[in-house]
C-alpha cells in the first residue's frame, strides 16, 4: 500500500519478495511448475543471489512455494488465489460470518504462535505493535499496521494454513477494522483500551503462554465484533 511505503523505503529483498509473490498469486505460475533458477531471478530483479535467496525463503515459509534438492522451487497450489474463492463482501451478514471464522481461527493461530515463535516472526509482530502504538498515541487507527499484527501472528503459528486463509481475507478483514477503529475514535479512551488488548495478546505470545494468548485473541475479537455491531444490530 502507499500508505505503508510512505511510512518506510521498503528494502530490495522486499520489493523481489512482493514481486515473485503477486505473481504466484495472480496465476502467472502453475501449481507445481518450476521457479526460474536463482541466476535467471537475479539477473531479471538486477540484484544479487543472496537477496534472492531471502525471498525465496520467506516464500518458502508462507507455505507459496517448495523446495526439491538440485531440482530448484516449485510453486504450491495452496499458494494461488482462485481456489480460495471467499468472493466478495456484500452485506452485513457477510461482515458477521467473517469475524465468526475471525473468532474460530484466530485464538488458536495465537496458542501455535506462543508454542512456535522465533526471533524473527516475534519481532514481526512487535514491529506492527509498535505501528500501532504510534497511531494511538496520536489518536488515529492504521488498519494496516493491525492487519500485519494478526498477519504476523498467523504466520508465527508456523501453520501456513492459518497465514493463507488471513491474505486471502485480507480485503474482508480490513473492512471490520476500518469500520471498528472508527467506532472507537469516537469513545475518549477508545483507541487505548483497544491497543492494550493488542499489547497484552503480543506479550502472552512473547512468553509462551499458549492458553492467556488463546483466551486473550478470542476475548479481543469478540469485543471488537460487538462495538462495532452494537449500534448496527437489528431490532427483533
Do not use: W
Not at 524473527?120 to 489518536?139: F, G, H, K, P, Y
Not at 512468553?207 to 452494537?230: N, P, T
Amino acid at each position: 500500500m502507499s500508505g505503508e511505503h510512505s511510512n518506510a523505503r521498503k528494502s530490495l529483498g522486499d520489493v523481489v519478495f512482493e514481486r515473485i509473490l503477486r505473481s504466484i498469486k495472480s496465476g502467472a505460475f502453475a501449481p507445481d511448475e518450476r521457479l526460474p533458477t536463482e541466476h535467471d531471478l537475479a539477473a531479471e530483479f538486477e540484484v544479487s543471489r543472496p537477496i534472492i535467496r531471502e525471498a525465496l525463503r520467506r516464500l518458502r515459509e508462507q507455505g507459496l512455494i517448495y523446495s526439491r534438492r538440485g531440482a530448484g522451487s516449485f510453486v504450491r497450489s495452496v499458494g494461488l488465489k482462485q481456489p480460495l474463492g471467499f468472493g466478495q463482501l456484500e452485506n452485513v451478514a457477510d461482515l458477521l460470518n467473517c469475524y465468526e471464522f475471525r473468532i474460530t481461527m484466530e485464538p488458536v493461530a495465537a496458542a501455535r504462535a506462543a508454542e512456535r515463535h522465533d526471533a524473527r516472526s516475534l519481532e514481526n509482530i512487535a514491529t506492527a505493535l509498535e505501528l500501532m502504538r504510534d497511531a494511538t498515541n496520536r489518536q488515529s487507527h492504521r488498519e494496516d499496521a493491525d492487519f500485519q499484527f494478526h498477519l504476523a501472528i498467523a504466520q508465527a503459528s508456523e501453520n501456513s494454513y492459518f497465514a493463507t486463509a488471513m491474505e486471502a481475507l485480507k480485503d474482508h478483514i480490513a473492512v471490520g477494522m476500518r469500520f471498528h477503529g472508527a467506532s472507537v475514535k469516537r469513545e475518549t479512551l477508545g483507541l487505548a483500551r483497544v491497543f492494550d488488548e493488542h499489547d497484552q495478546i503480543y506479550r502472552a505470545i512473547r512468553d509462551g503462554k499458549a492458553a492467556e494468548a488463546q483466551h486473550l485473541m478470542q476475548d479481543h475479537l469478540i469485543g471488537s465484533r460487538e462495538r462495532l455491531f452494537e449500534r448496527k444490530r437489528p431490532e427483533g
